[in-house]
């Protein structure tokens, strides 16, 4: 069965520095999202995209933080001056209009 | 409140017995989408039910929706230690495609 994938799984950085988390959609969907999970928390939407542009993001969704569709399967988040708030999982997800999205495993941001 | 809002926070059960979760949110939807996550790991994807749809089964699983109250419940029957863990709903607003979760409500099944 089809997944999406994430990597790194863990990723501990210093504050200040530029960090990328990358995300591989499920092959067929044209929809993808990046969500985070600050721990004992809710999950919070960050951003969506389609057709090669953003389509909704959120308050959280600043000026550091940018997404890129580099080639025709990997999705990525960068944040480019990480602070010690950006800890947290971040969660890719994709999905057909309207339909199911699905998770990927997630990624576990530490900032020092 | 929050747009998907779980109650209780916390429920815990004897194995085999039934468990119960539900969600409330505040505005029209297009769906609502149920996930469930053990500590720390990723959000696996149970059920979705549509704005027209008033209830669905999957498995052990049964999702009502009441669009006129604006909530929906979660019934997982005859419980296993397995399915201890955190449950979401979330929601996608009319117009929208991202997903609204709620706070979710913690699972314990007791063997």
């Known amino acids: 069965e089809p997944e999406v994938t994430q990597t790194p799984s863990h990723q501990v950085t210093q504050m200040g520095q530029e960090v990328i988390l990358r995300c591989v959609p499920i092959?067929?969907?044209?929809?993808f999202y990046w969500y985070r999970q600050i721990l004992g928390q809710k999950v919070e939407f960050l951003v969506s995209?389609?057709?090669?542009?953003?389509?909704?993001k959120s308050e959280i969704f600043d000026d550091q933080f940018s997404v890129e569709r580099p080639d025709g399967s990997n999705f990525t988040l960068k944040i480019r001056s990480t602070k010690l708030e950006d800890s947290a999982m971040y969660f890719c997800?994709?999905?057909?209009?309207?339909?199911?999205?699905?998770f990927g495993p997630g990624t576990r941001l530490l900032v020092l | 409140s929050q747009q998907g809002e779980e109650d209780p926070q916390a429920l815990s059960i004897q194995e085999g017995e039934n468990a119960t979760m539900n969600c409330s949110y505040k505005?029209?939807?297009?769906?609502l989408q149920w996930y469930r996550q053990n500590s720390g790991r990723g959000l696996v994807h149970l059920i979705l039910?549509?704005?027209?749809?008033r209830e669905k089964h999957s498995g052990r699983l049964r999702v009502t929706l009441d669009t006129s109250k604006k909530s929906s419940s979660l019934l997982i029957t005859a419980s296993r230690a397995a399915d201890t863990a955190s449950y979401f709903c979330?929601?996608?607003?009319?117009?929208?495609?991202?997903?609204?979760f709620g706070q979710g409500t913690r699972l314990t099944i007791n063997p």
């Open positions: 979330a929601t996608v607003i009319q117009g929208a495609q991202k997903l609204v």
């Open positions: 997800a994709s999905n057909e209009l309207q339909e199911t999205q699905y």
């Open positions: 505005t029209s939807i297009n769906n």
């Open positions: 995209f389609y057709n090669n542009e953003i389509s909704e």
């Open positions: 039910i549509r704005s027209n749809e």
């Open positions: 092959s067929n969907h044209l929809y």
